[in-house]
């Protein structure tokens, strides 16, 4: 019941946000629930607090009736035999109308959640993970890629793209309330907004062999302004922030400053032959043109529509026959067992540079004028290193 | 004792050869043989969840290295899961009260049966040698691609959890057609006691399901043994695809599990209460729609795996059906007891520890079973201590109630009633020491399966080990008199309880045949408000 009134109260008066902050914060110490350092976290906490709620006072309802019968009608003589008592269907069917209809209301809110919680922002920050055992990477579009500490900005909404070298792991960072499983040959994502600068502990939560409980990571939450220096090479004072630093991470970490990922995934798409069949600037060619490819909606052979997604793009490198795009010839070979997850992070951002208005492609939005320029590197790193970053390293 | 003198000899004494023993068909000496074996299996898994434990008091590596702590959880997992939980009450109770409940000589395949008990006993014996010679560290649920790339043989740990399948199969069918095809006279569909309606739904569940997880190992198997590469993405193949397929059994396991004790939940509440189930059909309909619906909640495993949003949303919708049947159930156990006349021997304590104990189950289960928080709870010890409520708060309470109800009727002995009741006591309060804490701990963000952790979570680990004592304690002392009341334990007559229940009317222990003529049932199983239950040999009550 009180986690009705939390619910509906934000937005109220000052004094009403006074009460649930500190509704907010007995709750927690007594659910003993950590901080809560992302935008979700307060929503999902509000669910948990009007669940235990309500079932608790369900929970005493059923143990004060058992024991007011048990004391009521114990045995007083033991040639005691009770008559037969005509059971009121209509009383048990509403009790359990009433609970029912509770379920269905923590289903609504939290299927929500969940949707929500699944469904980035599209302004979001990507970061591709990729865990192996028993460590985390993190590779960022903008060229930095860091092992077991990830670092994101304050205020801007992280959409992680997970993925895994081996076995099944899941990235697990409690004070964000995110878990996502990281499974091999598959991108799945997840994402967060952080909102306040620390450190905090991320677990692996998925059993993985015998390191898994030391698979942890750093995460470091840092101010925009910070997060933007620390691209630009320079490393954060991670000792001067709150919350706890993992004792098997020393601060801050080794990076490695490699090309942007748009431009890897350019170099790794001409070495895996990518381009022989895909063209990047619109014209027709053995396979689709990758030209405002990614998000944009394609028609499958059988007439189904299908937004061309980091999932699509990883399943359909994997597995091409799992759907035939209408107008093409089913001529793609498989790439699995070829091709790193770190490259196939490298091609999705390359695809995304390509795809500045895919809703046109998609016939959703209306012509307005030329094409742009197709992708073109920055002069002077356009040059094709053999064994380029992130593959040989 | 003059009745029982006048009667044939009990199924205990009828022979006395161990080759009687070895050979025999009588569904109440394999229902003994059975009680035996679990028992065994439930001491060696508590005996791994005592070493997990202990090693869990401190939060650097101590006792047990990590390669170790992996081995040590499978066991304990694969153990409780298929040696224990899954077969106790059926195999035991079922075995030995079914004919008794319906008035039937024997199961409608005593041959089958014996094959069952077998396969049980070749099947714990795979896993166990198994598990000492190589071990498996994948946990009890083998994801792989971990379970095929792990350097430990996996192999006859899958293979003897397949034959252990093949033993519930034959349970499972063998308790269908005598269900359907044994009954004797008079005992119609709806005069069928609720253990018996319990036993029919989880024998379904077990023919329908065990198939799959049959097929599904032997599929990991190829994996681990020969790299077929069917779960592997590293062959093209799909790891989420194995968690569909373990999942739709080991789904509906949780249920074969618990229905059986809701069916002895049902039995004692009624008896010791001496009132007719609050609504018979309400509570035959929940166990029904549980088996049921239990079919299509596997999903809900997997949220985090890598699901669609909608499927995971049918998921979470199906599984608060499940919660929808379990509170039906409740509220039918506790207004069967309003104007009854309560008695308080130790199944009845064990009843209201399953009422507490399931009713905290069903509800986090109902928390878990709201999306968004499960991302939140999936893989930490929330969802370890919300099974262990269900599945031991409700599986093993089933099982040490209807081993204390059933106790007379199957050694024609009783227990001591004191200690009966300090061991209830202890087994409950510790049980709640153990597993509260860990809801704290999974609120605490504490992933599970770590054999190491962070140092603010130790608090809690060391409440949960010292509760973990406490049950052990609780069973070994169950155990002990228990034994002791098997040779010495004073004898009783055939109906030391004074209840209704077919199963009372011949002697205990009941003669190899069971009942000397056919009986004839006139009346449901529960019909207090008739009065004193002719069958009454008038003997003292504890």
Redesign the interface.
């Known amino acids: 019941m009180i986690g009705v009134v939390v619910q509906g109260a934000s937005g109220g008066s000052a004094r009403w946000e006074g009460l649930v902050e500190s509704l907010n914060r007995l709750y927690r110490k007594i659910?003993?629930?950590?901080e809560q350092a992302s935008t979700m976290a307060r929503g999902?906490d509000f669910?948990?607090y009007f669940?235990?709620t309500v079932?608790n006072v369900?929970?005493l309802v059923?143990?004060l009736?058992?024991l007011y019968?048990?004391i009521r009608?114990?045995?007083?003589r033991?040639?005691?035999?009770?008559?037969?008592?005509k059971?009121s269907?209509s009383f048990?069917l509403g009790?359990?109308a009433g609970?029912?209809s509770f379920?269905?209301l923590?289903?609504v809110?939290?299927?929500?959640?969940?949707?929500e919680?699944?469904?980035a922002p599209e302004d979001a920050l990507d970061v591709y993970v990729v865990g192996k055992q028993w460590m985390w990477q993190f590779a960022y579009p903008e060229g930095p890629a860091s092992v077991g500490i990830l670092y994101v900005p304050v205020g801007r909404p992280v959409r992680l793209h997970l993925t895994s070298r081996?076995?099944?792991h899941?990235f697990?960072v409690?004070?964000f309330?995110?878990?996502?499983?990281a499974?091999?040959?598959?991108y799945?994502t997840i994402w967060f907004e952080a909102t306040r600068p620390g450190v905090y502990?991320g677990?692996?939560?998925?059993?993985?062999?015998?390191?898994?409980?030391?698979m942890r990571a750093g995460v470091v939450a840092l101010r925009p302004e910070e997060y933007d220096a620390w691209l630009r090479g320079r490393p954060p004072m991670v000792a001067q922030l709150p919350g706890?630093v993992p004792p098997n991470i020393e601060a801050p970490t080794q990076l490695e400053y490699q090309q942007e990922l748009a431009l890897l995934g350019q170099e790794v798409a001409a070495r895996h032959g990518c381009l022989r069949c895909h063209s990047t600037d619109g014209s027709p060619h053995i396979g689709p043109t990758w030209y405002n490819l990614y998000g944009a909606w394609e028609t499958m052979a059988d007439g189904e529509r299908v937004r061309v997604t980091e999932q699509y793009i990883t399943r359909y490198i994997?597995?091409p026959n799992f759907k035939r795009v209408a107008g093409f010839e089913p001529v793609m070979p498989?790439f699995?067992?070829q091709i790193t997850p770190a490259e196939i992070a490298a091609i999705i951002e390359y695809m995304k540079a390509l795809s500045t208005e895919p809703e046109v492609r998609s016939g959703r939005a209306i012509f307005e004028g030329p094409p742009l320029p197709p992708f073109a590197p920055a002069p002077g790193t356009d040059t094709i290193r053999a064994g380029g970053a992130g593959r040989n390293r | 004792m003059s009745v029982t003198t006048q009667e044939p000899a009990s199924y205990l004494g009828a022979e006395r050869t161990v080759r009687s023993w070895l050979l025999t068909t009588d569904h109440k000496r394999i229902a003994v043989a059975f009680l035996v074996a679990v028992v065994g299996a439930l001491f060696l898994g508590g005996i791994f969840a005592l070493l997990l434990r202990l090693e869990l008091l401190m939060p650097e590596e101590h006792w047990v290295e990590?390669?170790l702590y992996?081995r040590l959880f499978t066991l304990h997992g694969v153990i409780m899961v298929w040696l224990f939980l899954i077969p106790s009450i059926p195999v035991t109770f079922g075995n030995f009260l079914l004919p008794l409940m319906i008035g039937a000589r024997d199961l409608a395949f005593p041959r089958l049966n014996l094959a069952s008990l077998y396969s049980y006993l070749l099947g714990s014996v795979v896993v166990i040698v198994g598990a000492i010679a190589g071990g498996a560290?994948?946990?009890w649920t083998f994801?792989p691609?971990?379970s095929a790339?792990?350097p430990m043989s996996v192999s006859p740990i899958l293979i003897g959890v397949f034959i252990l399948g093949v033993s519930s199969t034959m349970t499972g069918i063998n308790f269908i057609v005598t269900t359907h095809t044994m009954r004797t006279e008079g005992m119609t569909w709806l005069r069928l006691p609720l253990f018996v309606w319990a036993l029919y739904a989880t024998s379904v569940i077990l023919v329908l399901a065990t198939p799959v997880l049959g097929i599904t190992l032997i599929l990991v198997w190829l994996d681990h043994a020969m790299n077929f590469g069917i779960f592997d993405?590293?062959?093209?193949g799909?790891?989420?695809l194995y968690q569909h397929l373990f999942w739709f059994y080991s789904h509906p396991a949780v249920y074969i599990m618990i229905l059986p004790a809701m069916g002895v939940m049902s039995e004692i509440v009624c008896h010791f209460?001496?009132?007719?189930i609050?609504?018979y059909l309400?509570i035959v309909g929940s166990t029904l729609g549980i088996a049921f619906v239990g079919f299509l909640t596997w999903g809900h495993h997997m949220?985090?795996?890598?699901m669609s949003?909608f499927d995971?949303?049918v998921f979470?919708?199906l599984s608060?059906f499940v919660?929808?049947f379990s509170?039906?159930k409740?509220?039918?156990w506790?207004?069967t007891?309003?104007?009854?006349?309560?008695?308080?021997p130790a199944p009845m304590l064990y009843f209201?520890g399953f009422?507490?104990l399931f009713?905290?189950g069903g509800?986090t289960g109902?928390?878990v079973?709201?999306?968004?928080?499960?991302?939140?709870w999936?893989?930490?010890y929330f969802v370890v201590a919300h099974f262990h409520f269900i599945m031991v708060g409700g599986a093993m309470m089933g099982f040490l109630a209807a081993l204390h109800y059933w106790f007379p009727k199957i050694f024609g002995r009783m227990y001591p009633e004191r200690l009966g009741t300090t061991a209830a006591v202890t087994v409950i309060m510790g049980f709640l020491l153990t597993f509260v804490p860990q809801f704290?701990?999974g609120?605490?963000?504490m992933?599970?399966?770590?054999?190491?952790?962070?140092e603010h979570y130790q608090t809690?680990h060391v409440i949960s080990t010292v509760g973990s004592w406490a049950i052990a304690g609780g069973i070994v002392l169950v155990f002990a008199y228990l034994l002791w009341s098997v040779w010495w334990g004073r004898p009783v007559g055939r109906n030391p309880w004074?209840v209704l229940g077919l199963e009372w009317t011949t002697s205990s222990p009941p003669p190899k045949h069971n009942f000397t003529l056919p009986p004839t049932v006139a009346h449901g199983p529960y019909d207090?408000?008739?009065?004193?239950p002719d069958e009454d040999d008038g003997e003292p009550?504890t």
């Open positions: 659910l003993m629930l950590p999902l669910l948990h669940e235990i079932m369900v929970a059923i143990a009736t058992t019968f048990v009608y114990r045995r007083r033991d040639a005691e035999y009770p008559p037969r008592v059971p269907i048990e009790v359990i609970l029912f379920f269905i923590f289903w809110i939290g299927f929500r959640q969940y949707v919680m699944l469904e081996d076995v099944i899941s697990f409690p004070e309330r995110i878990k996502r499983d499974v091999p040959g598959m799945t502990l677990f692996c939560a998925e059993l993985c062999g015998v390191g898994h409980s030391k706890r994997m597995d498989s699995m067992g | 990590a390669a992996n560290d994948t946990g994801y691609p971990y790339q792990t993405p590293a062959y093209g799909d790891p989420i209460s001496r009132k007719e609050f609504s309400a949220f985090t795996a890598g949003s995971a949303g979470g919708i608060m919660a929808l509170a039906i409740v509220f039918n506790v207004a007891m309003y104007k009854g006349s309560i008695a308080l209201f009422l507490i009713s905290v509800m109902v928390g079973a709201s999306t968004s928080l499960d991302v939140y999936h893989d930490t704290l701990l609120n605490a963000g992933p599970r399966r770590y054999n190491t952790y962070p809690l004074g207090y408000w008739l009065g004193r009550r």
